[in-house]
């Protein structure tokens, strides 16, 4: 029998797996396009119940735990990869919301469960990915579940039978075999297996890198909430390497707090918040030479992010409204140029996020309920944000209606496209129907080695891709955007628009400009600044 405790200390460990394995599921994303990347997502997505959980006592109960974890999954779920592992959790939730302990019996039933549900949420599976993973795991399952043993040889049984359909995704996704890896979403739920394995062969709670740890959700630290003023880091270089670091973190735990102190050997990092930095210091160097002394002041830095809060109008801290008008819109937008564009088209909050950047859907759901409107259309603006959108819409207390633009470009004609004077029915007909018509090209750097489609890509070549698709590279990114109009624009082509990133200057996007409007005089061509990050370009064609 599992209890609530075991199954609390399972989830947090797993938490913490994948927090740490994160950088290695990012590795095995197929394509080289910068994107939200699956395992910091779906670490970001648990990293949500985690901060939840630790909150509940011992005396917890299984139900109350899987309850907790599949709410703060669903809220803090961020990409695809973070929304269908919130569908799983939701699933087991189904099966397990009102039990004080879990059998082997109770887990096998909860895994069908939790197949179900992931896979009744997604309109097209493909299988070979996750779901194809959480599928045939819960198959398996009862097979386990019958078999004498304990709950621990049990679940040794369901990570050994992950891994070995994991293994077999290559074959049936071409895509993954061409790349010469397997599915990430799947590598991460078997990261997350295995993390919860650690509690329950042996009880112990895998714990998070220390050195690369950062909080995973953001949370805002008032000034009155601090203790100690100074946050004191510094390098110690040992005067003998068998010195023993133990007298120093209890020394440091006596003068301050989020005391860190990590022993490599020859080099000792120190990290502390204490009033009294030089103690720090000093003793220090009871342990040999000192460098890379840095002292901060913490309530500065407090200050300083809360001004930062305050200017953002696309923070997590909206106020929440009753709709005083029909229609509104959320849109999930980056850069300052594009933002501007949004609002002045209408647009009533917007949700900072996009490539690299995806939201939760707390975030969404958020924006959603500031929003004075009884109907309000939420624009995700990007592929990998149009599921996390979806699931605001059983949580909200209006009505809401996911558009499911992929890119800027989408968005931007959608919003163009409504008419105030016209029904909810007969808006959201247009703007599927504008969306469809928008062509779109992005131009960007490669992020990792890869192989697509036959081509092959180097980390830091300037791609071209093309309604999603990587088309080509290039050696500079105006003969990149040049060549990507070419290949967008056809005979029945009215408009041109170009939004220009944050990293290209007005004087290239000016000459590029005067380059497309002397090849193409007939249309009408257009240049924004639009501020974006990853994208050094962002081409619509109409």
């Not at 062969?201 to 895998?206: N, P, T, V």
């Not at 009533?348 to 009884?374: F, R, W, Y």
């Not at 149009?386 to 209006?398: K, S, V």
Request: charged share 25%; aromatic share 6%.
């Amino acid at each position: 029998m599992i209890s609530g405790r075991i199954l609390r200390d399972a989830m947090v460990s797993a938490a913490n797996n994948i927090y740490n394995l994160r950088d290695y599921v990012n590795s095995l994303n197929v394509f080289p396009v910068p994107d939200g990347d699956t395992g910091s997502n779906m670490s970001r997505t648990i990293g949500a119940a985690k901060m939840a959980l630790e909150g509940l006592d011992d005396d917890v109960s299984v139900g109350e735990v899987i309850k907790l974890t599949a709410s703060s999954l669903l809220r803090g779920a961020r990409g695809n990869s973070g929304v269908i592992l919130s569908l799983i959790f939701r699933g087991l939730c189904k099966i397990l919301e009102e039990k004080r302990e879990i059998t082997r019996a109770d887990f096998s039933k909860a895994l069908k469960s939790a197949s179900a549900t992931a896979y009744g949420a997604v309109l097209k599976p493909t299988e070979g990915t996750i779901l194809t993973v959480i599928r045939l795991v819960a198959e398996a399952s009862d097979k386990f579940a019958e078999e004498s043993g304990s709950f621990c040889e049990f679940w040794g049984k369901l990570c050994q039978k992950t891994e070995e359909v994991l293994k077999t995704t290559p074959s049936m996704l071409p895509v993954l075999a061409e790349a010469g890896v397997v599915d990430s979403g799947g590598q991460g739920l078997l990261i997350i297996f295995e993390g919860m394995k650690s509690v329950f062969d042996s009880g112990e709670i895998i714990p998070a890198n220390e050195l690369t740890q950062q909080p995973e959700v953001e949370t805002v630290v008032k000034q009155e909430e601090c203790s100690f003023f100074y946050c004191t880091e510094l390098l110690v270089t040992k005067s003998d390497p068998d010195l023993s670091v133990d007298s120093l973190e209890s020394f440091l735990g006596e003068i301050g707090d989020s005391v860190i102190v990590v022993d490599g050997g020859d080099v000792i990092k120190v990290h502390v918040h204490t009033n009294n930095p030089g103690l720090a210091i000093e003793k220090g160097l009871e342990y040999g030479m000192l460098s890379e002394v840095k002292v901060d002041n913490l309530l500065e830095e407090i200050a300083e992010k809360e001004k930062k809060n305050r200017a953002k109008n696309n923070e997590f801290e909206y106020k929440t409204v009753s709709g005083n008008t029909k229609f509104g819109f959320v849109a999930v937008v980056s850069g300052d140029g594009l933002c501007e564009l949004f609002k002045n088209l209408g647009v009533d909050n917007v949700v900072s996020g996009g490539q690299t950047m995806n939201p939760s859907t707390g975030e969404i759901l958020s924006a959603i309920e500031a929003t004075p409107a009884k109907v309000v259309f939420v624009l995700p603006n990007n592929k990998n944000i149009i599921m996390t959108a979806e699931q605001t819409i059983n949580l909200a207390d209006r009505d809401v209606i996911v558009l499911p633009t992929r890119t800027i470009p989408q968005g931007v004609s959608a919003v163009l496209s409504f008419d105030a004077s016209k029904d909810t029915k007969a808006n959201q007909t247009a703007m599927l129907e504008a969306i469809e018509k928008v062509k779109t090209g992005l131009i960007t750097n490669a992020v990792r080695n890869s192989k697509v489609g036959g081509k092959d890509i180097k980390a830091g070549d300037i791609i071209a891709i093309e309604n999603g698709k990587i088309k080509f590279s290039e050696e500079s990114c105006s003969k990149a955007c040049l060549r990507l109009v070419k290949s967008l624009v056809k005979k029945q082509s009215s408009y041109v628009t170009l939004f220009y990133g944050a990293d290209v200057s007005l004087e290239e996007a000016n000459t590029l400009e005067n380059q497309i409007r002397q090849k193409y005089d007939k249309l009408e061509v257009n240049m924004v600044n639009g501020g974006q990050p990853v994208y050094h370009f962002v081409v619509s064609v109409e």
